[in-house]
């Protein structure tokens, strides 16, 4: 696709940002989600469950700013939201096993929407602090026994 065609990297940061905000769930209504959305760090890590790598800060950036532009997403104050739009084509694409998913999505938003370009910036700090918190949490916890017992008789 040219410059101004949607690029497979805005598909997978809307899909994850999809799955992160739990708007996936086809029975679940968008009042019993959570109002304020999700955090960077939860996008960062549904992308990394989907495509096994963690999206550079420029490709998020990028993939935000059409996103929005286009009426899909809205940020505000840190916090990710799908829009009612994004919403409606998110639940109306073609089913496709999780694996396709995101090259299904990305022939949705070329063939029903033209990208945007919101004025939208990710500071490298604010990336870099998203990425720390994900693999932060994604490092299991030690086992630990509890208190009191040696694991000896």
Do not use: C, K
Not at 111 to 117: E, I, K, L, M, Q
């Amino acid at each position: 696709m040219g410059e101004n065609g949607w690029r497979w990297s805005d598909a997978w940061i809307f899909v994850s940002l999809v799955i992160a905000s739990g708007a996936g769930r086809h029975r679940r209504s968008p009042s019993s989600r959570r109002p304020e959305g999700v955090r960077l760090a939860d996008v960062l890590s549904t992308a990394d469950h989907l495509n096994r790598a963690i999206p550079q800060r420029q490709e998020v950036e990028a993939a935000v700013r059409r996103l929005v532009g286009a009426g899909l997403v809205s940020v505000s104050d840190g916090w990710f939201r799908i829009t009612a739009e994004g919403e409606r084509l998110w639940r109306s694409r073609p089913s496709a096993r999780m694996s396709t998913t995101v090259d299904t999505v990305q022939g949705v938003l070329s063939r029903r929407h033209t990208p945007g370009t919101a004025d939208w910036t990710l500071d490298e700090a604010d990336h870099a602090a998203a990425v720390q918190e994900y693999l932060v949490r994604s490092i299991p916890s030690p086992r630990r026994s509890p208190e009191g017992q040696s694991g000896r008789d």
